[in-house]
Structures are given as C-alpha cells and as structure tokens.
C-alpha cells in the first residue's frame, strides 16, 4: 500500500472507531404559549397567548451522569451538567430569543410501572440563561423543557441515549421560562409557559459515518488501480468503478 492510500486508511480507519463513541442528540420543537404572567412588562408585549415558540436542543448522549439516586423497586434518577457549548438549548419566541450558559442541566426519571409518583420524565434546565430583544430590566432568564409520561412506559432506563423524542409518548409535553429577578415580595414574576406541538430528533448514525469511510477507501483503491493499469499497458483504457454492481 502506497503512502498516500495508507495515511487516508488511517484517517478512515480513526472516523469508523470514533463514530462508535460519539453521537449527538438534536432535537428542534414547535410551541405554543398558553400563559403569560407579565405584570411589570418585562416584556413588550410580543409574545401572548397562541403565539408560536420554536426551539433547539443537542448535547452528547454519551455524557456520563453527575449524580442521580436509585429507589429499588421505584425509580432511577440519573443528573447530568453538560457544558453549553457545545451542548445547547435555545428558544424564540415574539421580538426574544434565550439561550443556555454555561450549562445545560438535565434529569431523567425512569419509574417502574405502577410507581406512586409523577411519571416517566426528561427535563432539561437552564437556571442561568439570557435574553435578547427589548427587555425592561435584567435579561437573566430561568426556562425547562420537560417531558412526562404518566403511565411509566416511555423510559427504560436513565441514560441519555435510551430517551425516545417521540412526541406521543408523553401526556406532558411543556416549555416553560421565566425571569427570576423580576416581580417582588407581592408581585409575581415574569412567566410564561408553553405546550410543545412538535418534536423532531436527530442522532447520527455511526454506520452512515462508517460507510464514508469505507467508500473513500474504495474509490482510493480504484483510483490506484487505474494508474497501474495506465503504466501497465500502451493502449488507452477506461476503468469504471461503480460501487454495489457487477
């Protein structure tokens, strides 16, 4: 094997045995606001009742979890903090859009069938995220996307890779924001809370990323073939390579 068809082997090689590690989750989601609490006109009005909200989601479901418990019997919790970026959860809505830093929280509960307590639930917190767009005031911004399916049936484990974003898998389906440093003692604060009306997922698939690099070494391979076959004889020939036929 030639240097150059040696080093892109290599390279092919390192891609397959990484995409076996890595995958990142995304996930984009559809709204609609359904309560708004606004009393010292935080903001400007642009976003009420019905208005649509459209969101992001991505973290690496290879995270390993930073504390959880487990109830024999009940349930599972598994906690992970994952640095923002790379992972993320944004949101628009109206004249604003938020986003996550420095961390992107998230929690799992997988209960046992039957067990006295919420459900089966992701929920995903940004307890320091920020606002942008005509805000009155500190544009410090707490918001939750969270998922819960009563009957315990949506989740099978804790882990951040067995979480199917199948939208009728839940019963609770929410996103929900509000801004912690406004309101006082006898006014309420800034709130406003939305019921999810879509969620499309994304996972790479390490096979699709494996295939790349099998196919380059094929075309590699063929086009090796071809300059031998050039040096090899003195009358002109064509090699076609047309991978998957005969």
């Excluded at 390993?64 to 949101?91: C, H, K, M, N, Q």
């Excluded at 995903?124 to 911004?141: E, L, N, R």
């Amino acid at each position: 094997m030639d240097k150059p068809l040696a080093a892109f082997a290599g390279i092919a090689l390192l891609a397959m045995a990484t995409a076996v590690d890595a995958s990142t989750v995304i996930v984009d989601f559809t709204a609609s606001v359904t309560t708004v609490t606004d009393p010292t006109s935080v903001t400007d009005g642009s976003i009420a009742v019905g208005t649509e909200m459209t969101g992001h989601m991505s973290y690496d479901d290879s995270a390993t979890p930073t504390g959880g418990f487990v109830i024999p019997g009940v349930e599972t919790r598994s906690d992970y903090s994952i640095a923002a970026p790379p992972a993320s959860l944004t949101a628009s809505a109206g004249h604003y859009s938020f986003a996550v830093v420095p961390t992107l929280k998230i929690s799992i509960f997988d209960l046992v069938p039957g067990a006295p307590h919420n459900g089966d639930t992701f929920e995903s917190d940004v307890s320091s995220g920020v606002a942008t767009g005509p805000i009155q005031g500190d544009p410090s911004v707490f918001f939750q996307l969270f998922l819960v399916d009563s009957t315990d049936n949506a989740l099978h484990s804790s882990s951040l890779a067995d979480v199917p974003f199948e939208l009728s898998l839940y019963d609770t389906a929410e996103f929900n924001l509000s801004f912690p440093n406004s309101g006082g003692v006898s006014t309420p604060q800034t709130r406003i809370e939305a019921t999810i009306d879509s969620l499309h997922a994304t996972v790479p698939e390490p096979e699709s990323i494996a295939l790349l690099g099998v196919a380059g070494l094929a075309l590699c391979f063929s086009a090796r073939v071809r300059r031998s076959g050039s040096s090899a004889s003195t009358t002109p020939t064509r090699l076609v390579a047309n991978l998957g036929h005969s």
